[in-house]
């Protein structure tokens, strides 16, 4: 597999077998990152159609219900953005993983990632154990 920009060329052949299949987690990868970017577009688009629609012409002023809950929707919105940009990025490094050969291990301790965990998450970056530690380094 080869990516170029947003290009992705689905062929994992010649990349070492861990004890999972290569060609469905890539295929999980690539379908993931399809629904993200769908989900970020349409909200892009309701975002703006909002946006529109408060700056019409002959709208009455914003009463101070509509304005906190314009505020709280924003705030979900950016929220949503933020969650969806990190599982865009995350994507693109196991994109990145197979690649260069080191998609299934460990990036602190460099050991296989367990295959039921890859299954899970394709783009698990950690073994169980380190991503713990990681969890509790966090809090």
């Not at 159609?49 to 009455?60: C, D, I, T, V």
């Not at 949503?80 to 994507?91: P, V």
Request: overall charge negative; some cysteine.
């Amino acid at each position: 597999m080869k990516t170029r920009g947003n290009r992705v060329q689905e062929s994992t052949e010649g990349l070492p077998n861990r004890g999972f299949n290569l060609d469905g987690a890539l295929a999980a990868l690539i379908a993931t990152r399809g629904l993200l970017l769908e989900e970020a577009s349409r909200l892009g688009a309701e975002e703006r159609a909002l946006a529109e629609s408060r700056n019409e012409e002959g709208r009455p002023g914003p009463e101070s219900a509509d304005v906190a809950s314009d505020a709280t929707g924003q705030e979900i919105a950016e929220a949503l953005e933020r969650q969806m940009r990190g599982q865009l990025l995350e994507i693109d490094a196991a994109l990145h993983r197979i690649d260069a050969g080191r998609y299934g291990l460990c990036e602190r301790c460099g050991g296989p990632i367990d295959p039921a965990r890859v299954r899970a998450l394709p783009w698990a970056r950690y073994c169980l154990i380190c991503q713990k530690r990681t969890e509790q380094r966090a809090s």
